[in-house]
C-alpha cells in the first residue's frame, strides 16, 4: 500500500529540546516536502526536497533543518524548537515536482511549551 | 507564495448542493487540487484537476475550473452530515502546492 508515515503522531515538548520528525514513503518518490498547517492559515511549505542531497527552503524554512540521506526518508529537524512551532506538520510525497499525485501523511501535532 | 483565496465558512442544508469556491494569482498553476480534512484528520485528496481541463465529475463532486478569471469551484451534491469538514483549495507553484486556508463546511440537518 501506498504510503507516507509520520512519527512521532503527536508530541508535547518543552522549549529548547531538540526534536526530529521522521518521514518516510514507499513509493519511490523523488519529490518530498514538509508543511506545517496553522488555524487561518491554510498550509504553508517548510522545506522540499527534488532528490537525494538536494533540498532547499520552502515559505517558511526559520528554525527548521531537513536532511535526505536517502529516497526514502525525509526528516525535519528542531534544533531548539520555540512555542511558535507548535503547529500540525504534514509530509508530502510526489514521484516529482508537477504537482501530479501527492501523497500525505496523516500529521504530527507538535506542541512545544 | 503565491495567493490562494477562499471564503472561511460555509453552511448548508442537508441534501441541498454545496458550493465552495477558490481563487488564486499563479496562472501558471498546472494542477490544480480539493483535500477535505474531517476534525482531528489529516488531509484527504477529493480530487483535482488539469489546468487544460474545464470541467471534472466524480460522482457527487463536481469541479469547475475558470483558467481565464483563475477561479475554481467545487460542488458537492445532496451534501451529507458527513461532508461537514474543512475544505482546502491547492494549486501547484513551482516546487510547492500553494493552499487556500480553507472553508469550513457545516452541514444542517
Known amino acids: 500500500e501506498a504510503q507516507v508515515t509520520q512519527n512521532p503522531r503527536y508530541l508535547i515538548t518543552v522549549t529548547g529540546k531538540k526534536l526530529t520528525v521522521t518521514c518516510s514513503q514507499n513509493?519511490?518518490?523523488?519529490?518530498m516536502s514538509w508543511y506545517r498547517q496553522d488555524p487561518g492559515l491554510g498550509l504553508r511549505q517548510i522545506y522540499y526536497?527534488?532528490?537525494?542531497?538536494?533540498?532547499d527552503k520552502g515559505d517558511v524554512p526559520e528554525g527548521y533543518k531537513v536532511s535526505r540521506k536517502e529516497k526514502r526518508n525525509f526528516p525535519l529537524i528542531l534544533e531548539s524548537p520555540s512555542p511558535n512551532q507548535t503547529s500540525l506538520y504534514f509530509c508530502?510525497?510526489?514521484?516529482?515536482?508537477?504537482?501530479?499525485?501527492?501523497?500525505f501523511g496523516e500529521g504530527s501535532w507538535l506542541t512545544v511549551v | 507564495g503565491e495567493d490562494v483565496e477562499q471564503s472561511l465558512f460555509l453552511s448548508v442544508r442537508e441534501g441541498d448542493s454545496s458550493v465552495i469556491n477558490c481563487t488564486y494569482t499563479d496562472s501558471s498553476s498546472t494542477y490544480l487540487y480539493w483535500y477535505k480534512q474531517e476534525p482531528g484528520a489529516g488531509l484527504q485528496l477529493l480530487t483535482y484537476i488539469f489546468s487544460n481541463m474545464d470541467m471534472k465529475q466524480d460522482q457527487r463532486l463536481t469541479v469547475l475550473l475558470n483558467k481565464k478569471d483563475k477561479h475554481l469551484s467545487l460542488r458537492i451534491a445532496d451534501t451529507q452530515t458527513g461532508d461537514s469538514a474543512i475544505y482546502f483549495c491547492a494549486v501547484t507553484s513551482g516546487y510547492a502546492l500553494n493552499f487556500g486556508k480553507g472553508t469550513s463546511l457545516l452541514v444542517t440537518p
Open positions: 508530502a510525497s510526489s514521484m516529482d515536482s508537477s504537482g501530479n499525485t501527492i501523497y
Open positions: 513509493m519511490n518518490h523523488e519529490y
Open positions: 526536497s527534488m532528490n537525494v542531497e538536494v533540498t
